[in-house]
């Protein structure tokens, strides 16, 4: 449905990821796996366009771009939680994109925000204001908006960051759902045990792509190792 | 109740009480973007980058709305060209090319030949000086800036408060923040009569800012900010009244009291 071909990404003299090329299928449930610095976001970013400098290495199926397709769900920390807006707000913005300019909120779009509330199980949260949520409520709201823009990609960057254990399983079985639906679903994460159990397709990153299959093919201690060591090894070379 | 009523039966000071409400109106609509997209720098830079502008519409006789207007496209456009060109950060972009359009206003001011006079007016404004044409502009300016920010309101809310998202469905990000500076100097221009450029920032955050502190969305934000201003504005136009200080300043002294009220009473 959607990849990257040999996409090298440098900020300054640093290369954040070198000739990275990886496929996104329908119906899968992807994991972008690998330490801090490794190029995850970076990779996650392309695909959404946010690097617009590197928008030619994007690959999109015929009859899919990004803006008719990504619904992008951002790392939480990034967010500004004292802004002056309501559960239901939040949900309602998934349907900016498509309903355009000159275009209000109607009642079939209402219907969405209200079953996407329900789905993520925040509906009766909706009135209150996101300050008032903890971290997992969070999760769910922006999982909600994301289910309310109806993409047929979904881009998570570290969903289970600052998500209580419980709320990480429902979040988990959500994207899976997903998936089972038809959707392309690719989460960036640290969490390989997480990714291992819900996800049908892993890929190690460490500034370029160490593995790439099932999990049954990636994880092995070897590409782990590779993943997770050599990062290390990257940094003391980096700063020497 | 004489209190309230005295000073009614002078025209100018009923045209100064309209156009503190209008004002204040305006500046809820505009101040909440502000005040959420972390503008109130630029906000400020703008109230002093187009003095020139205005210095030029009352030197050759044309329309101050019209020069401020002019303004503040050009310094919209500089800001973002000075950035681009220069690869300096924004704040340093902004800080050279506001204080450069600054002093260029009192420049041309200085030609003038009625010189400290006015520039003092500019500096400080004067809302009792307003005339019955101010606030049918006042009105038309209110009216045109809230059905812009009607139109492109739910655009606005996203690249705010995700402009990553409002990026990936492909909004126009930076357009609609050169947008939101263009709205913020014709507000500028508004207040400048009645505060002076030196002081209008005030009016554009201040009463948001405190409406920020205690509003849970944005309709209620953008109520309560017109509320609190119109409330100062009019507090403030009658302590000037009868202690005899200067109006403008004596407004922006009773929001900031506003502020500090709603800080300490705000919900945990």
């Known amino acids: 449905m959607l990849g990257v071909e040999n996409l090298t990404v440098k900020y300054g003299l640093q290369t954040a990821l070198e000739n990275a090329t990886v496929r996104f299928e329908a119906g899968t449930f992807s994991a972008i796996i690998g330490p801090n610095g490794a190029g995850k976001s970076t990779l996650l970013k392309t695909l959404v366009g946010l690097l617009p400098d590197h928008a030619d290495a994007v690959r999109f199926d015929p009859g899919h771009s990004a803006r008719s397709c990504i619904s992008y769900v951002p790392q939480q920390q990034t967010l500004d939680w004292a802004f002056p807006v309501t559960v239901w707000d939040v949900a309602m913005m998934g349907r900016t994109g498509r309903l355009g300019w000159l275009h209000w909120p109607g009642r079939q779009d209402r219907q969405i925000v209200e079953g996407a509330l329900k789905e993520t199980g925040v509906y009766d949260l909706r009135s209150r204001h996101i300050g008032a949520l903890s971290g997992g409520q969070r999760q769910r709201v922006l999982l909600a908006r994301m289910l309310a823009r109806q993409g047929h990609l979904l881009l998570l960057d570290e969903p289970l960051t600052g998500v209580d254990a419980a709320t990480q399983e429902t979040l988990m079985a959500l994207l899976r759902a997903q998936a089972d639906r038809g959707r392309a679903v690719v989460m960036v994460t640290h969490d390989l045990e997480q990714a291992r159990r819900w996800c049908d397709h892993l890929i190690l990153v460490n500034r370029r792509v160490i593995a790439d299959g099932t999990p049954e093919q990636v994880y092995t201690t070897q590409n782990i190792e590779a993943t997770f060591s050599t990062s290390f090894l990257g940094h003391t070379h980096a700063e020497a | ?268």
């Open chain 2, 1 to 268: 109740m004489h209190l309230l009523t005295d000073p009614l039966q002078f025209a100018f000071f009923n045209r100064a009480l309209i156009a503190v409400v209008l004002v204040s109106v305006l500046c809820a609509l505009v101040g909440a973007w502000v005040v959420l997209r972390g503008l109130s720098y630029i906000g400020d830079a703008m109230s002093h980058a187009v003095f020139p502008g205005i210095v030029g519409a009352f030197l050759t006789g044309g329309n101050l709305l019209l020069g401020a207007l002019i303004a503040a496209v050009l310094t919209a456009l500089g800001i973002g060209a000075v950035g681009r060109q220069s690869g300096l950060k924004q704040d340093s972009a902004i800080g050279i090319v506001f204080v450069g359009m600054f002093a260029l206003g009192i420049v041309m001011l200085s030609r003038a030949p009625t010189f400290t006079t006015d520039l003092s007016n500019f500096l400080i404004g004067n809302p009792l000086g307003v005339t019955p044409a101010d606030l049918w502009g006042a009105l038309a300016v209110t009216l045109v800036v809230g059905g812009f920010l009607t139109v492109i309101q739910k655009e606005l809310l996203l690249a705010s408060f995700d402009p990553t998202e409002a990026r990936a469905v492909g909004l126009p990000v930076r357009r609609l923040e050169s947008l939101l500076l263009i709205l913020i100097g014709l507000v500028v221009v508004l207040t400048v009569q009645l505060v002076g450029t030196t002081l209008s920032v005030s009016l554009l955050i201040t009463s948001s800012a405190a409406a920020r502190l205690l509003a849970r969305n944005l309709k209620k934000m953008m109520m309560l900010a017109a509320l609190l201003g119109t409330a100062g504005g009019v507090t403030g136009l009658y302590i000037s009244y009868y202690a005899n200080t200067a109006p403008g300043a004596t407004i922006v002294l009773v929001n900031t009291a506003i502020f500090l009220a709603a800080l300490a009473f705000r919900r945990e």
